[in-house]
Structure formats: structure tokens, C-alpha cells
């Protein structure tokens, strides 16, 4: 299983007398890792030891961004220095199908990095460096493997964005295996086998200048861990709070991992002369996916994988470097994962023509200022996780989001409001008019392509019985501070402290008549009171929100009746008219049932 390594070591790779000396380079990338699931980053739960201290032995990134909120648009960006919309890579591949219930149809991308597009590895290839990939790739199939784009070993890489299997066999039941891993001890955790093969590799290849690309699995789901490292967590896991056992097994698996490359690194004396930087794909995977339990949760950052916001690509970044980089510093410079090719480039002395859009942080590594510039994110889909189309831009503390189906512009100081709770777009429009004319640029310059109207669109239909049911999740808000709040301890309209915010629902209606209307909603105590109208059309009703105890104490409600004179789509809207408390409801669905 380790042959390929043993002909590296015999020579079959001609090294170039200039290569002596050169440094090596290793890249770790874990998978959903989210910022705050290390312990350098704040978190009390998981167990990181080996990358806290590597921490305290480089340098860690406060301020560092994945190129997208999901996997296979970041990992091009790392291979190419490219923002992934010119790679024509916007979403996990191949993605996800449109749905009706989507207002806009997904633009067609790319299901593997074109050949074409130079990768790092091709780079150091031909700068006398051994390459492998070990891990993840996700950027292609049959014909676009590592190997083919400039990797001379490839263990675990194939098409796929989740292993066939956590636990050896690594198979599925079809017969397939993971490349280079057809032998493999019974029970072998992939985890594991990835770090021992990296391991293989740097002794291997000690004595030649080697790249080293290691992209775990873990910790993306599904949830799999030894189960003695389980049992060491014996805590139930609990919504809104970082709890899950498993997920944290896999994060001390993946710990434990880490610490076994730094420390054959070490065993080898090659340590001083090794960049190692570990970061991951986009954040923690915080929603459920049809879990019991969210793997983690992001917070203070907002949200998580898929989102635009904080949680979703606001990402560790940790560079060791003996020499090069003062041990134990923070950094707050803002940088991004499009910055690892020219930070390689700089940090190896290699070059290349290609064309890229990042920036080397090696000076930064020696305490330099980066030269202040805007980063970008387009994605124009809609994620399993729940977020709609949308791009977004930071430029020095501020950050717009905006929403491609209605045209919506969040902005956020993200120095002074790190959980992106205060929209401050109807304080600052010429903020946002700026900014919003700097996506809009970038779009153009990137080739960004765009989500289109979806001419199949049928929101919220009626069931067999024709009950219509309206989640929370599809709604559309208007005003600055409503938002839907996918967490699953919120999974609600909230943030409703502004009386003239308000939320549409679309729905679709097989039959018109007279439908009775129940309302799920949640209000704190003392804040009850408020006067909320529905309407469809010229159709109104008004009911009184009750204090339920609690924003998240939802009591399902019958609150009047609705006509819906014709079939076809409609719309309903929600506004209300007065705000007694300190904020309006939490509102989780309406429920719309023919009346008898």
C-alpha cells in the first residue's frame, strides 16, 4: 500500500541540484472545521492540544476567510491562487439539483478543475519538488485525479466529497475502494491511516524538498469516530452549544493526526526547514442535515457551512515556520484561501506565470502590514444547509451581504459586531452603495456566472390533504434586523425588534376557498401584546401575539380565517402594527387548512 512512496525514495524522482536546501511545505486542510472548534480559538469542549501548540509555535490567523462556504470552490482556490468563480467551481460537486420550491435556478458549473489551470503542485513539481495528495481532492473524477494535475502519489483522492468509508474496509458495498487504501487492517480509522501515510511520505522523501498536500475527511460528516475516544466524552449532546460526542472525537482524532505529522517532522530534524499551515475548507457544519444533533455550532461567528456569514467562512489559519515566524503571534490582518499559492511561491522561491488572485503572506509571517484590499465570495445557490443565493464583500471592517432573489444588502462592521447581529445598511447607504458597486465589479472581472429565474417555481404547495404549510425558511424579510435563524434552537423568523420589518411568504393553492389560519410563534416574557397582520392580497386578518414565555417557546395558534379567491401562486404577508415589548415574536410557520 506504501509503494508508491518506496520508488520516490529509490530515486525514480530526479531532483535538481538547485532543489537542495529548498524548504518543504506542508499544507493540512481539514474538512467543515469550523474556526471555533479549536481550543486557540476559544473553544472549551473539543480537545486540540497539537494544534494549540502548534499555535504557540507560529502564527494564527484571526481574520482569515475560505474562498466559499463549501468544500470543492475552496479547494480550488488553494490548488489554483484563483477566486473559484474563474475556475468555473461555485458549489460541492456536482451540487445540489434545483428544487421547485427554488425561485432561481442554479447557473451550470464546472464537475472538475479543467486541466488547464496551473496547480501548485505542477508548480513545485517543476521546481524539483516530490509531491504528494493525501486525503480529500473532490475536484474531479476519472481523467482530473491528483496525479493529473501535477501530485506524484495520490492515496484516498477520488471524485467523492465523503469517504466510502471512516472505518476499513475502505469500500462501499459496490466494491469500490478509495485509491491506495485496498489494504488496510480491520477497523483501521481513516483518520489514522491518512496520518500514518503522511508520515510514510516524509520519511520517504527526507532528503529531498517535498510538498506535502494532507486534506482529511474528518471531520465532515457523516459522524464517525472510535468509540473509545466517544465514551470520553460523556455529555448529551444539546442544541445551540458545542456538545456532540462523536463530533468531538473526530476532532481529537483529527488533532491527534496533526500531532503525528509535526512530530515525525521533528523525529526527522526537518521541522526547521518545513512551512506548515493547517486551516480548513469553510465552517463548522452547524444546521442538521437530517442529524438529531448539529455537529457544532459557530458561535460568537453567525451561522455556518453554506452561509455567507462568519460561521461559514471565517476559518483557522495556522503557520509554523521555526525561524521565519515569531512564535505565539495573532495576527488580524485579513486574508483569504486564494493566498496559499503565492504564500508557497514566496516561501519556496518558486515562480509562476499563471494567473492569480491572492497575495503571499509570508511578510506578514515576519510582521509586516498587507496591503490593505476587498475580499469577495459569489455563491449562487442554494445550499443544503439552507442559505439562498448570494455574494459578499469585506472590505476593511465593513462586510456587505447580498441576496440575489430579491436584491436584499445586509451590512455589517465586523471588527465592532463579530456575530453580525446589526444590519447597518439603512444607516450607512453610501457604505453600501460602494461596496455594492465593488462586488459588482469583481463579478464582471471573475466571469462570476448568476443564478436565473426558475420558470418551473411552485413555492410552498399544498399537501394531499390541501393544508399549505409556511416554514420560516422561506420566507423573504424586508427592513434591516428580521431574519430567519436556521440553528436548530432557533429554526425561526427572529431578531423582530423593528415593528416596520416585515416577511413575505410565497405558496402555491390547488383550490381556492376560505382556509383557517395557525400560527406557530414564540414571545418573551413582558413582550407580549403586539398587533400582527397577516394579508393575501386585499384578504386581512389581525391577531394579538401572546407571551408564550420565551422567543423559543412556540405554542401553535388558531387565528382566523383567510379567503384565497383562485388557484395558482399567491402571497402572504406578515407585518406588524404595533411593538409593545422588545421585540415583535419569534415566528417558526404558518399553517394554512382548507376550512370545513
Known amino acids: 500500500m506504501l509503494r508508491a512512496f518506496a520508488v520516490l525514495a529509490l530515486g525514480f524522482f530526479a531532483l535538481p541540484a538547485s532543489a537542495a536546501g529548498k524548504p518543504n511545505v506542508v499544507l493540512i486542510v481539514i474538512d467543515d472545521l469550523g474556526q471555533r472548534d479549536l481550543g486557540c480559538y476559544g473553544s472549551t469542549f473539543y480537545k486540540t492540544p497539537n494544534i494549540d501548540r502548534m499555535a504557540k509555535d507560529g502564527v494564527r490567523f484571526t481574520d482569515f476567510y475560505a474562498a466559499c462556504p463549501v468544500c470543492s470552490p475552496t479547494r480550488a482556490s488553494i490548488m489554483t491562487g484563483k477566486y473559484p468563480q474563474r475556475v468555473g467551481i461555485t458549489d460541492w460537486l456536482p451540487g445540489r439539483k434545483d428544487l421547485p420550491g427554488q425561485r432561481l435556478k442554479r447557473p451550470e458549473l464546472k464537475n472538475e478543475l479543467a486541466l488547464e489551470e496551473v496547480t501548485v503542485a505542477e508548480t513545485l513539481k517543476g521546481h524539483g519538488y516530490v509531491t504528494a495528495h493525501i486525503g480529500k481532492w473532490h475536484l474531479g473524477g476519472k481523467g482530473f485525479e491528483p496525479e493529473k494535475q501535477g501530485f506524484d502519489v495520490n492515496v484516498a483522492g477520488d471524485h467523492t466529497g465523503t469517504p466510502l468509508s471512516y472505518f476499513a474496509p475502505f469500500a462501499n458495498k459496490a466494491g469500490a475502494t478509495m485509491p491506495g487504501l485496498e489494504k488496510a487492517a480491520p477497523d483501521e480509522y481513516l483518520t489514522d491511516r491518512l496520518a500514518a501515510e503522511a508520515e510514510t511520505f516524509i520519511t520517504a522523501n527526507k532528503d529531498k524538498p517535498f510538498f506535502l498536500y494532507l486534506p482529511h475527511y474528518g471531520v465532515h460528516t457523516p459522524l464517525r469516530a472510535p468509540q473509545p475516544l466517544v465514551d470520553k466524552y460523556k455529555t448529551q449532546a444539546v442544541h445551540g452549544r458545542q456538545s456532540n460526542p462523536v463530533y468531538a472525537a473526530m476532532v481529537e482524532s483529527m488533532d491527534a493526526a496533526v500531532g503525528r505529522v509535526l512530530k515525525r517532522l521533528d523525529d526527522l530534524k526537518l521541522s526547521d526547514n518545513t512551512l506548515v499551515l493547517f486551516t480548513s475548507d469553510n465552517g463548522g457544519l452547524a444546521t442538521l442535515e437530517g442529524m438529531p444533533f448539529a455537529p457544532t455550532i459557530n458561535a460568537p461567528l453567525r451561522e455556518g457551512k453554506g452561509y455567507l456569514y462568519e460561521g461559514g467562512v471565517r476559518v483557522p489559519l495556522i503557520a509554523k515556520w521555526p525561524g521565519k515566524v515569531k512564535p505565539g503571534t495573532v495576527m488580524d490582518q485579513v486574508a483569504c484561501s486564494i493566498d496559499f499559492f503565492d504564500t508557497i511561491l514566496e516561501a519556496t522561491g518558486a515562480t509562476s506565470a499563471a494567473r492569480r488572485d491572492g497575495v503571499s503572506l509570508v511578510p506578514a509571517f515576519g510582521g509586516e502590514k498587507l496591503k490593505p484590499r476587498a475580499l469577495y465570495w459569489h455563491y449562487p445557490h442554494y445550499a443544503n444547509q439552507g442559505s439562498r443565493p448570494g455574494g459578499a464583500v469585506r472590505a476593511g471592517n465593513y462586510k456587505l451581504v447580498e441576496y440575489?432573489?430579491?436584491?436584499?444588502?445586509?451590512?455589517?462592521?465586523?471588527?465592532?459586531?463579530?456575530?453580525?447581529?446589526?444590519?447597518?445598511?439603512?444607516?450607512?447607504?453610501?457604505?453600501?452603495?460602494?461596496?455594492?458597486?465593488?462586488?459588482?465589479?469583481?463579478?464582471?472581472?471573475?466571469?462570476?456566472?448568476?443564478?436565473?429565474?426558475?420558470?418551473?417555481?411552485?413555492?410552498?404547495?399544498?399537501?394531499?390533504?390541501?393544508?399549505?404549510?409556511?416554514?420560516?425558511?422561506?420566507?423573504?424579510?424586508?427592513?434591516?434586523?428580521?431574519?430567519?435563524?436556521?440553528?436548530?434552537?432557533?429554526?425561526?423568523?427572529?431578531?423582530?425588534?423593528?415593528?416596520?420589518?416585515?416577511?413575505?411568504?410565497?405558496?402555491?393553492?390547488?383550490?381556492?376557498?376560505?382556509?383557517?389560519?395557525?400560527?406557530?410563534?414564540?414571545?418573551?416574557?413582558?413582550?407580549?401584546?403586539?398587533?400582527?397582520?397577516?394579508?393575501?392580497?386585499?384578504?386581512?386578518?389581525?391577531?394579538?401575539?401572546?407571551?408564550?414565555?420565551?422567543?423559543?417557546?412556540?405554542?401553535?395558534?388558531?387565528?382566523?380565517?383567510?379567503?384565497?379567491?383562485?388557484?395558482?401562486?399567491?402571497?402572504?404577508?406578515?407585518?406588524?402594527?404595533?411593538?409593545?415589548?422588545?421585540?415583535?415574536?419569534?415566528?417558526?410557520?404558518?399553517?394554512?387548512?382548507?376550512?370545513?
Open 404 to 596: 440575489y432573489e430579491d436584491g436584499r444588502r445586509e451590512l455589517f462592521d465586523v471588527a465592532k459586531d463579530l456575530s453580525e447581529s446589526r444590519n447597518l445598511a439603512a444607516d450607512k447607504p453610501d457604505v453600501v452603495k460602494d461596496l455594492a458597486a465593488k462586488l459588482d465589479a469583481w463579478r464582471t472581472d471573475v466571469g462570476a456566472k448568476m443564478p436565473t429565474p426558475n420558470p418551473d417555481y411552485r413555492p410552498n404547495p399544498p399537501d394531499k390533504d390541501g393544508a399549505i404549510t409556511l416554514h420560516a425558511r422561506t420566507a423573504l424579510v424586508t427592513g434591516t434586523m428580521l431574519r430567519f435563524e436556521p440553528l436548530p434552537h432557533k429554526n425561526t423568523l427572529g431578531f423582530w425588534v423593528n415593528k416596520d420589518d416585515s416577511a413575505t411568504f410565497d405558496f402555491t393553492v390547488d383550490k381556492g376557498g376560505t382556509f383557517a389560519v395557525e400560527v406557530l410563534q414564540g414571545c418573551g416574557r413582558g413582550s407580549g401584546g403586539a398587533e400582527v397582520e397577516l394579508a393575501v392580497g386585499a384578504e386581512k386578518l389581525t391577531f394579538t401575539v401572546k407571551d408564550t414565555g420565551g422567543f423559543q417557546a412556540f405554542e401553535a395558534r388558531d387565528v382566523g380565517t383567510l379567503k384565497v379567491a383562485a388557484a395558482g401562486r399567491h402571497t402572504l404577508t406578515v407585518k406588524a402594527k404595533t411593538k409593545p415589548g422588545a421585540a415583535v415574536m419569534d415566528l417558526r410557520q404558518i399553517v394554512l387548512r382548507p376550512a370545513k
